[in-house]
Nanobody, 125 residues
């Protein structure tokens, strides 16, 4: 079992930055054995993939955030992070972190086993 708690959302002007955190508590398997994905959901829209960090190897990003967002993890802290730079109004959404039993991580929200409650990010123009 994994419990995930996101934090760090807020209101920022276009061009600004935010850093989201995802704090995990686990029973059984350790945090280091889960891939972590970040997703976002805008009002009236589906939840979509943003980025993922596997247990090892390269991270992967959606085209819409590539070059602006950076995903990372700190297994010693049982945490993952999403650094968001050069934010745009279209980045406005609720952001979720999720844990995947597949060590590579995947891009469909249906593949993820555990979810946080989400954190709101609002980018003003």
């Amino acid at each position: 079992q994994v419990r995930l708690v996101e934090s760090g959302g807020g209101l920022v002007q276009a061009g600004g930055s935010l850093r989201l955190s995802c704090a995990a508590s686990t029973t059984g398997r350790t945090f280091s054995t889960y891939a972590i994905g970040w997703f976002r959901q805008a009002p009236g829209k589906e939840r979509i993939f943003v980025a993922r960090v596997p247990i090892r190897g390269d991270s992967y990003y959606s085209d819409s955030v590539k070059g602006r967002f950076t995903v990372s993890r700190d297994n010693a802290e049982n945490s993952a992070y999403l650094q968001m730079d050069a934010l745009k109004p279209e980045d406005t959404a609720v952001y979720y972190c999720a844990a995947d039993l597949d060590p590579r991580g995947r891009s469909s929200p249906n593949d993820y086993d555990y979810w946080g409650q989400g954190t709101q990010v609002t980018v003003s123009s």
